[in-house]
């Protein structure tokens, strides 16, 4: 390569395309160095590695989904109150009887298909603000769940803890799982009219409407999926606590989260720009936060103060560039 | 229903309840207003009421300086929210939100994760203390006065003078209200920083009434948005009335309150929150499109 290709703007260096492979870098290389500079090299191993991924499929399922509410310029905070709604139906159904199991899954889909038809409908068709309207709907299924349920209710059978525990070597099912539904969702985004459809009319609904995309559609698409990951996330969290509660979503903080780790994985949150790795990438990022903080035994409450200052700084990273206004 | 209800004494009881979220939703609604969010301000209000709890160790005169370095931190946090938001380009939401994760923690930091101490009674005074003997209403609670002279000051503010004005210009339109020759930076960050006061005034109020515990004000951020919202404020800026706004966590807590009376547990009352903000929302959207604005 020589000195002139540089000067070229065709080459010129993408930052907001790739700030959230330097931030994993960045993440890596401080664990990696705070873990020689301890000596405790038996954070190093492969079943380590493994522990820090496999620590956040919960919330890496739900930011999946998350990803496509907020390409087309919305956004779900419904997702925790699906989670525990998830769990709970999924553990109250199967209620510790193999033979459940698939109805059980089947409820939880359908369950959390409608409820994301619903959000779609009341933001694309009523035109409300999708933070009030899926705020609105979490407080609805929040509601309804802790009028039934106040405690862990039902369980799992043996052969449903499989999808959280089982592996192959050492890699956990539900890890592969995990990525694989990444790859579904690429694909799609990538490869899919639907996939492009989300990117115009995050970029611009009005356009969008105008060149002939049924805008309405394509939203409460992208809210069914959203609210399906969720749903997915619960099968998942109920198969690994052997149990549902009403306040598991919640207790995770997955609604915020989620949209966290969409937004540092380069997702802009206005819409229209953004993929499901970064969001994959800002998944392993959060976890390797916490590893880190682990490491370096850093105590539960200053814990949480640094994290709410990752955040900001992570979105800090590439938002400072932009030149568009921010509210 | 209720005999409490049909004496004035009631309704007082009621405004006193009130008074705290009333306030905070009435600050919030400056921040709304302007274009932004603040999710901030139940952790703010966490903050003060264990704060203050930590720092007065019984002593009935910390009070007179108590308050007045909690409003100097409250300033501090609304800020530091808006440098964030308009020196960072994060948007108000992930600001706000790392700024509520972050000032729980602290608080979290400040107590050892069990608050010790309590408020002395000068400190509860705000929230707590009813004025006897009033012709006319029985009692009158301080919280309603405060309730009364805060929303003056705050309708006085965003609906009589010019500053008032460049808020709901920033709101509907940064771009547009920056060329006209609107501050917007200053406009904003003042828009911040009487929110995150208002928080600490609520707090005051609210720890004065409730007492202290580690999650006092979790919550109150969407009960605030939920009330502005309920008031016809509108989302994203631009729309939104001091008055109405007081007017939602009126009605707000009024539904609640009347839920309580007709014995209807907690998560109805969470059912009933979600179903008020959605069709709150959806109502002032048609009524828009329907006059064409």
Same mark, same amino acid.
């Given at each position: 390569m020589t000195d002139t290709s540089l000067a070229t703007p065709r080459r010129r260096f993408r930052f907001d395309r790739n700030a959230s492979a330097i931030l994993l870098i960045a993440a890596v290389l401080i664990y990696l160095g705070l873990v020689l500079a301890l000596g405790?090299? #038996?954070? !190093?191993t492969l079943e380590n590695v493994i522990a820090i991924l496999t620590r956040s499929i919960t919330l890496g399922i739900t930011a999946i989904g998350q990803t496509f509410a907020i390409l087309v310029a919305s956004i779900d905070l419904s997702v925790a109150s699906v989670i525990s709604a998830a769990a709970v139906v999924t553990s109250v159904v199967m209620n510790g009887n193999p033979a459940m199991m698939l109805p059980a899954i089947a409820a939880v889909l359908v369950m959390g298909a409608v409820i994301g038809l619903i959000n779609g409908l009341v933001i /694309? #068709? !009523?035109?409300?603000?999708p933070l009030i309207a899926t705020l609105g709907m979490s407080l609805i299924i929040q509601g309804i769940l802790s009028y039934f349920y106040n405690n862990f209710a039902g369980n799992v059978p043996a052969e449903f803890q499989v999808f959280a525990y089982g592996t192959i070597g050492v890699v956990p099912y539900s890890l592969i799982f995990m990525f694989a539904l990444a790859g579904l969702a690429w694909f799609v985004l990538r490869f899919t009219r639907f996939g492009s459809d989300i990117y115009s009319v995050g970029g611009n609904q009005d356009a969008a409407r105008l060149a002939g995309i049924k805008t309405v559609r394509v939203v409460v698409g992208a809210h069914i999926l959203c609210s399906l990951c969720a749903a997915i996330a619960g099968i998942y969290l109920a198969s690994r606590l052997r149990s549902g509660a009403p306040w598991i979503g919640a207790e995770g903080v997955y609604d915020l989260e989620s949209i966290a780790v969409v937004v540092i994985g380069g997702?802009? !949150? /206005?819409?229209?720009r953004g993929g499901v790795w970064g969001t994959m990438a800002g998944v392993i990022i959060f976890s390797l936060i916490d590893s880190i903080f682990n490491v370096a035994g850093v105590d539960a409450f200053v814990k949480q103060v640094l994290r709410g200052i990752i955040i900001v700084a992570a979105v800090a990273f590439? /938002? /400072?560039?932009?030149q568009r206004p921010v509210a | 229903m209720n005999p409490a209800f049909a004496e004035p004494t009631g309704y007082m009881n009621y405004l006193k309840r009130v008074g705290a979220l009333a306030i905070l939703s009435a600050g919030a609604l400056y921040v709304i207003v302007s274009g932004g969010f603040d999710l901030s301000v139940g952790s703010l209000m966490t903050l003060t009421v264990i704060g203050s709890s930590m720092l007065a160790s019984n002593d009935p005169n910390s009070t007179y300086w108590i308050i007045p370095l909690m409003l100097g931190i409250g300033a501090v946090v609304g800020l530091i929210n808006e440098l964030v938001v308009s020196n960072?380009?994060?948007?108000s939401l992930i600001a706000t939100l790392g700024m509520m994760i972050s000032l729980n923690g602290v608080a979290f930091m400040w107590s050892g994760g069990a608050p010790r101490g309590y408020l002395p009674d000068t400190f509860r005074f705000f929230g707590r203390y009813n004025i006897p003997d009033v012709p006319l209403i029985g009692i009158l609670p301080v919280a309603v006065i405060c309730l009364a002279a805060f929303g003056l000051v705050l309708w006085w503010g965003m609906h009589r003078t010019n500053y008032g004005r460049m808020l709901h210009a920033v709101g509907d339109n940064p771009q547009a209200a920056r060329l006209a020759g609107v501050p917007v930076k200053s406009v904003r960050i003042s828009a911040f920083v009487i929110s995150s006061l208002t928080a600490v005034l609520a707090g005051v109020i609210l720890g004065g009434r409730?007492?202290?515990?580690?999650?006092?004000?979790?919550g109150f951020e969407l009960q605030a948005i939920t009330a502005a919202v309920i008031g016809g404020a509108q989302l994203l800026g631009g729309r939104g009335s001091v008055p109405a706004t007081i007017a939602g966590a009126l009605a707000l807590e009024a539904i609640f309150t009347l839920l309580n009376l007709l014995g209807l547990a907690q998560p109805i009352r969470l059912v009933v929150q979600g179903l008020i903000l959605i069709g709150a929302v959806a109502f002032a959207t048609y009524q828009r499109k329907r006059v064409g604005r």
């Open positions: 405790q090299t #038996r954070f !190093l /694309a #068709r !009523l035109e409300v603000n997702t802009v !949150l /206005a819409g229209g590439y /938002a /400072a560039r932009s | 960072l380009k994060v948007p409730a007492g202290v515990s580690v999650d006092i004000g979790s």
